[in-house]
T-cell receptor, first 115, second 109 residues
Framework: IAGITQAPTSQILAAGRRMTLRCTQD?????MYWYRQDLGLGLRLIHY???????GKGEVPDGYSVSRANTDDFPLTLASAVPSQTSVYFC??????????????FGPGTRLTVL | GQNIDQPTEMTATEGAIVQINCTYQ??????LFWYQQHAGEAPTFLSY??LDGLEEKGRFSSFLSRSKGYSYLLLKELQMKDSASYLC??????????WGAGTKLIIKP
């Protein structure tokens, strides 16, 4: 693994189903982020984690949950998917966490369609 | 509130120069980022400015004026591969990135 990986690459999901998007980084970065990207709206932060064991809510957290059991993994769970969660989801990581220069490195994205 | 404004779309000619503007309003300010995003791909880092002035990096330069809440990305000697979206993002007082919607740059031969 080099950088950040996400799985699955794409997924079609029935409304009401539970879904976990996976994200793994091998750069030993402290901070990790989940964004969704919708046409015309730019990237919006869903949840973030400044270090393993801690998480925080971003701009659009409703309907999503995260966990950060270790440095490398940061899964995003949709407990009961709805069509408005159709989007492209990007995981990102950065060194330094909450108090320094914060260049973020992005995974390749997961394209999720909820029907 | 926090806001990042940039044009939705721009068109330029191969070999020419283009300037993409960005104005920002953030709660506190810890720097301004520019990212490039090709269609269907992830954003990749281009530049970071925290002090006023111009930062040059090859064909790409980025400028910041903190007093005006303004930045621009300057692309010189445009190539077809520069066709992409360019995302402006401000780092607020909590060190969270506030993203603009992106500027789609179309390069014509």
């Amino acid at each position: 693994i080099a950088g950040i990986t996400q799985a699955p690459t794409s997924q079609i999901l029935a409304a009401g189903r539970r879904m976990t998007l996976r994200c793994t980084q091998d750069m030993r970065h402290n901070a990790m982020y989940w964004y969704r990207q919708d046409l015309g709206l730019g990237l919006r932060l869903i949840h973030y984690s400044n270090t393993a064991g801690t998480t925080g809510k971003g701009e659009v957290p409703d309907g999503y949950s995260v966990s950060r059991a270790n440095t490398d993994d940061f899964p995003l769970t949709l407990a009961s998917a709805v069509p408005s969660q159709t989007s492209v989801y990007f995981c990102a990581s950065s060194d330094g966490g909450s108090s320094s220069y914060n260049e973020q490195f992005f995974g390749p994205g997961t394209r999720l369609t909820v029907l | 509130g926090q806001n990042i404004d940039q044009p939705t779309e721009m068109t330029a000619t191969e070999g020419a120069i283009v300037q993409i503007n960005c104005t920002y309003q953030t709660s506190g300010f810890n720097g301004l980022f520019w990212y490039q995003q090709h269609a269907g791909e992830a954003p990749t880092f281009l530049s970071y400015n925290v002090l006023d002035g111009l930062e040059e990096k090859g064909r790409f330069s980025s400028f910041l004026s903190r007093s005006k809440g303004y930045s621009y990305l300057l692309l010189k000697e445009l190539q077809m591969k520069d066709s992409a979206s360019y995302l402006c993002a401000g780092l607020d007082s909590n060190y969270q990135l506030i993203w603009g919607a992106g500027t789609k740059l179309i390069i014509k031969p």
